[in-house]
């Protein structure tokens, strides 16, 4: 069981770069694949993209390739969402979610932290 805590949220100009951290706490954080989450206003919760155990594969939704990163530090316990040329569609809040003994179910989630992205 792990449990998460999402930071580095806030306010950034169309174009601007923003870095989020998925902090994590629990025996168990090395062995699961974390994935980011998104909400948008008046939208539902949506796929970002996803890094497994070792950190040496990820996974982006079309709308973010090339412009979001995800990387992890096991031995700090973070996992990173680097986002750069954000655009004003990425305002949302973001979730860091760790998956549980279903690979793609995800069972574990953090409160999430808000992304506004201002034109």
């Known amino acids: 069981q792990v449990q998460l805590v999402e930071s580095g949220g806030g306010l950034v100009q169309a174009g601007g770069s923003l870095g989020l951290s998925c902090a994590a706490s629990?025996?168990?954080?090395?062995?699961?694949?974390i994935g980011w989450f998104r909400r948008a206003p008046g939208k539902e919760r949506m796929f970002v993209g996803s890094?497994?155990?070792?950190?040496?594969?990820?996974y982006y939704t079309d709308s973010v390739k090339g412009r979001f990163t995800i990387s992890r530090d096991n031995a700090k316990n973070t996992v990173y969402l680097q986002m750069n040329s954000l655009k004003p569609e990425d305002t949302a809040v973001y979730y860091c979610?760790?998956?549980?003994?279903?690979?793609?179910?995800?069972?574990?989630w953090g409160q999430g932290t808000q992304v506004t992205v201002s034109s």
């Open positions: 979610a760790a998956e549980g003994q279903l690979a793609g179910h995800y069972t574990t």
């Open positions: 890094i497994n155990r070792i950190g040496d594969t990820t």
């Open positions: 629990g025996r168990t954080f090395s062995t699961s694949t």
